[in-house]
């Protein structure tokens, strides 16, 4: 198991483990209004949260395309495609501490994720340009379109 080292006000280094290190860069809902979920994780964070940081889960949406070297889903400071990545619509909240350990977390297909709070059912689709960029690279996404 891999630990993070940090450095304690004397200079001593500490080791803490990985789970911890993990559970330190989870990402909770910092407001209750306002709430949106990854269409492709279903973490669930505010509006502001993913355009700040985008979604730690999520490598395609920090992906560098060939051309240019110009970002494909860059979310992190676009509102216009972090509103394109997440969505308003989805169903429930289950807040996951340890995904690899958590039966919750294996039901919600999130157990590979970083910890945080996840929805239930993400309703949504992507766009077709966005969808198919993301079957190519195989990733997997979990909204659903609506009535199914």
């Known amino acids: 198991m891999s630990a993070y080292v940090d450095e ?3 200079g001593e280094e ?3 483990p990985q789970q911890v290190a993990e559970l330190a860069r989870a990402a909770a ?3 209750i209004k306002g709430i949106r979920a990854c269409k492709r994780c279903g973490i669930l964070k505010t509006l502001d949260q993913f355009i700040n940081a985008g979604c730690e889960n999520c490598p395609f949406l920090e992906m560098v395309s060939a051309v240019n070297n110009v970002s494909f889903l860059a979310v992190a400071d676009d509102p216009e495609k972090c509103n394109l990545c997440t969505t308003a619509f989805f169903e429930g909240q289950a807040a ?3 995904p690899r350990e958590s039966w919750t977390a294996k039901w ?3 157990d590979a994720y970083l910890p945080g709070v996840y929805a239930i059912s993400v309703t949504g689709t992507f ?3 966005i969808e198919d ?3 190519s690279r195989g990733c ?3 909204c659903r379109p609506a009535g199914n």
């Open 29 to 31: 809902p910092s407001n």
């Open 133 to 135: 960029e993301l079957e």
């Open 96 to 98: 996951v501490m340890d």
């Open 140 to 142: 997997r996404f979990r």
């Open 8 to 10: 304690d006000d004397d």
């Open 14 to 16: 500490e080791r803490v």
């Open 127 to 129: 766009d077709k340009d």
């Open 108 to 110: 919600l297909r999130v």
